[in-house]
């Protein structure tokens, strides 16, 4: 469970982020990229919402440690012995 919760809070982190960046990256000052860009930014802020953690780097560590804690699970399975 702590593993599926993990890739939840990653991903919805992570989609937020991209959101993020993609509305700073946005050129242009016409109204409607100006709408366009807080769209993005307020879609952002809902996926930190949905995550309850807003440190990507926080999150990233928790999926590493879910990944490795799960190949060491693998590799010392029952047909290791």
């Given at each position: ?34 709408q ?16 309850s ?29």
């Amino acid at each position: 469970m702590l593993a599926v919760a993990a890739l939840y809070v990653t991903g919805q982190t992570l989609r937020g982020w991209r959101l993020e960046a993609q509305a700073e990256a946005m050129v242009g000052d016409s109204e409607q990229n100006r709408q366009i860009k807080n769209e993005k930014i307020a879609d952002a802020k809902t996926f930190y919402a949905m995550a309850s953690l807003t440190k990507v780097w926080v999150l990233l560590l928790i999926f590493l440690g879910t990944l490795i804690n799960v190949g060491l699970g693998i590799a010392q399975g029952p047909w290791t012995g």
